[in-house]
C-alpha cells in the first residue's frame, strides 16, 4: 500500500501531510497550537530545504490549476509558514504562546479564498 | 581611538512639551470617566469600520456594529457608486434589517412586515401601506455620516459632525493617501475581545519601551545595543493626531528561514511598488483608537472598539495590493500574516494583567516616560475632547 499524497519528487515530506496539509489559515495555526514540539522541529529540520524548490515548482501552475498533490503541497508549505517562528524564535516558548493565540482568532486570510 | 558613533538617537525635543505629570489612573476604569469619554468622543468623531475593497461594486454592503453606541451599522455602495451609511433597523418598528454581515442586493426587506428600502434608506415599498397616515419620505432610515481616506471607510455618528473626515485627519491625511492601504484590494483579519479599557489596550501598541520584555523571542530583530528599546526615531503631532517613524535596525538579527520568507515578501512589494515609500517607516495614530503602520510587508492597522469602561474589542488588519497569484506569494504572505499575529498575541496577553492590577483603585496615577509621550498625547486629547463637551452642555444649560 502506497498512498502518495504529493508531487514526485517530495517523497522525503509525505509523512507529514497527514497532519500538517490542512486548508485555511486558522486551521494551520490550529495545528501549530496542537502540535509536539518533536513535530515541529521534525517539520521544520526536513522541511526548510525543499521550501525555495517546492515554491519555484508550483509557482509554474496558476494556483487554481492545483490539482490534489499540488494542493497537499501548497497546504504544506503553509503550515511550514505557520512553524518557522515556532521553532526558529520561540523555541521552548512556544507552549505559552500557543495559548495567547487562541484569544486571537484569525477571521480571514487570503490563502482561505478559492484561487 | 575608536570613537563610537551611535546608530540611534531617541526624538526627546519632541515630546517635551508635553510635560511629566503623573496620569491620574481613573481615566483607565472608572465607569463614569469612560461614560463621559463615549458621549464627548466616541459618539461624536469618525471611527474607522472598514475599507472600501468590502464594497468592490453597485450594491454591496456590510454591516459593523458598535458596542458602544449599541447600534449595528449599515455600510452600502448605492447604484450610484456613492457609499452611504444607515442604521440597521426599521422605521416601521426598528426591527434589524439584515443579520448577515455582508451581503449584496439592491433592496433591504425587513422580515417582520416586509417594508422594503432602497440602498439609500429610502422606503421604497410597503404593503397595506394606506392605513398608515405616514407618507413613503417620512420613513427614511436615520443616515449616518461616512466618508474615506486612503481607502479606509469612518463614520460618525454625530447627526451634524463638527469636522469633516478631511479636517479630523488633518496634515496626516496626504500621507496616508501615500499607504498601500489607499490601493488594498485583500486584507486579512484577526479580532480579539479583552477585559481592558480601551486606552491601555490602545497604548500598548503606541510605545516601545515594552518590546524588549514582551517579544523577547518573536522581536528579537528589533534589538542592537544602541537602542535597546526599538524607540522610534521621530515623533509628530497635529491635533488629537500622531505620528512616529518606526526605527530600522541597521544589524537586524534574523534567523534562516524568516530571513528567506521576508525575502520573498520584499520581492513582492517590491513588484507591487509599495516596498519604499515616503511613509514607509510611518505609523499614522488617528484619534481616538485607530492606527495604520506604513510597513510594507506586514501592512497592518488596528481598530480598538470600546465596550465598557474595563472591556474593548480590537481589529487587526494586514492589507494587501491584489490577489494572491502564485503559490509563493501565497506562501509569503502567509509567513508575514503568522509573524505579526505572534507578536500581537503576545500583547493582548499583557494587556490583560495591566488592567487587573488597575481595578482595586490602590494605583491613583499611572506614570509615562518621554518615549511614552505617544500614550500621554492620547490622554491629554481626551481631557481636552472631555472639557469641550462638557462646556457646550454648559452653554445649553
Ligand atoms: S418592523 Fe420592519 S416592517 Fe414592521
Ligand atoms: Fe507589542
Redo the contacts between chains.
Keep these: 500500500m502506497n498512498h502518495q499524497q504529493l508531487p514526485d519528487g517530495y517523497e522525503v515530506l509525505e509523512p507529514f501531510v497527514d497532519f500538517w496539509a490542512v486548508h485555511g489559515?486558522a486551521a494551520?495555526?490550529a495545528k501549530r497550537t496542537a502540535s509536539s514540539e518533536a513535530q515541529r522541529k521534525g517539520f521544520?529540520q526536513i522541511a526548510?530545504d525543499h521550501?525555495?524548490r517546492a515554491?519555484?515548482e508550483?509557482?509554474q501552475?496558476?494556483?487554481h490549476q492545483f490539482n490534489e498533490k499540488q494542493t497537499n503541497l501548497?497546504n504544506l508549505?503553509?503550515s511550514f509558514?505557520?512553524v518557522?517562528?515556532a521553532v526558529?524564535?520561540?523555541?521552548d516558548?512556544e507552549a505559552k504562546?500557543a495559548?495567547?493565540?487562541a484569544?486571537?482568532?484569525?477571521?480571514?486570510?487570503?490563502?482561505d479564498?478559492p484561487? | 581611538m575608536n570613537e563610537h558613533t551611535p546608530v540611534y538617537t531617541s526624538p526627546d525635543e519632541a515630546v517635551a512639551w508635553m510635560g511629566t505629570d503623573p496620569i491620574p489612573a481613573k481615566a483607565y476604569y472608572d465607569p463614569e470617566w469612560f461614560e463621559l469619554e463615549r458621549q464627548a468622543i466616541f459618539m461624536r468623531t469618525w471611527i474607522e469600520i472598514g475599507h472600501v475593497c468590502e464594497l468592490p461594486e453597485p450594491g454591496t454592503w456590510i454591516r459593523r456594529d458598535l458596542e458602544f453606541a449599541n447600534a449595528s451599522i449599515l455600510i452600502v455602495r448605492g447604484k450610484d457608486g456613492q457609499i452611504r451609511a444607515f442604521y440597521n433597523a426599521c422605521t416601521h418598528r426598528g426591527t434589524q434589517l439584515v443579520e448577515e454581515e455582508s451581503g449584496r442586493g439592491s433592496n433591504f426587506l425587513c422580515p417582520y412586515h416586509f417594508w422594503n428600502f432602497g440602498y439609500d434608506g429610502r422606503l421604497i415599498a410597503a404593503p397595506d401601506f394606506n392605513r398608515f397616515a405616514l407618507t413613503k419620505e417620512d420613513c427614511k432610515i436615520p443616515k449616518v455620516s461616512v466618508d474615506t481616506c486612503a481607502g479606509l471607510i469612518f463614520i460618525n455618528l454625530d447627526s451634524n459632525p463638527k469636522q469633516t473626515l478631511r479636517e479630523h485627519l488633518g496634515s496626516y491625511a496626504e500621507g496616508m493617501e501615500t499607504l498601500p492601504v489607499a490601493r488594498a484590494t485583500h486584507f486579512a483579519e484577526y479580532t480579539y475581545e479583552i477585559d481592558a479599557n480601551w486606552k491601555i489596550t490602545y497604548d500598548n501598541f503606541q510605545e516601545n519601551y515594552h518590546l524588549r520584555h514582551v517579544h523577547g523571542l518573536t522581536g528579537i530583530a528589533t534589538v542592537h545595543p544602541d537602542n535597546l528599546y526599538g524607540y522610534p526615531t521621530k515623533y509628530t503631532f497635529d491635533g488629537a493626531n500622531r505620528t512616529q517613524e518606526i526605527w530600522s535596525n541597521p544589524e537586524p538579527k534574523i534567523t534562516p528561514m524568516q530571513g528567506y520568507n521576508f525575502g520573498l515578501a520584499a520581492k513582492f512589494a517590491q513588484e507591487e511598488g509599495v516596498l519604499t515609500g515616503p511613509h514607509a517607516r510611518t505609523y499614522f495614530a488617528i484619534f481616538p483608537s485607530f492606527f495604520i503602520i506604513g510597513t510594507p510587508v506586514q501592512h497592518f492597522s488596528h481598530k480598538v472598539y470600546p465596550i465598557s469602561a474595563t472591556r474593548s474589542r480590537g481589529v487587526f488588519r494586514v492589507y494587501w495590493i491584489g490577489e494572491d497569484d502564485s503559490a509563493s506569494k501565497r506562501y509569503s504572505r502567509e509567513y508575514a500574516l503568522a509573524s505579526i499575529h505572534d507578536i500581537h498575541t503576545e500583547d493582548v496577553n499583557i494587556i490583560n494583567r495591566a488592567q487587573k492590577g488597575l481595578l482595586s483603585g490602590a494605583i491613583k496615577n499611572i506614570h509615562f516616560m518621554n518615549m511614552e509621550g505617544l500614550c500621554r498625547h492620547l490622554y491629554l486629547n481626551v481631557v481636552k475632547a472631555i472639557d469641550e463637551w462638557q462646556a457646550e452642555q454648559g452653554k445649553r444649560a
Design positions: 489559515t494551520r495555526d521544520y526548510k521550501v525555495p515554491l519555484a508550483l509557482d501552475t496558476p494556483l501548497m508549505l503553509l509558514a505557520h518557522v517562528n526558529e524564535l520561540l523555541g516558548g504562546h495559548k495567547f493565540r484569544a486571537m482568532p484569525f477571521l480571514r486570510s487570503t490563502a479564498l484561487a
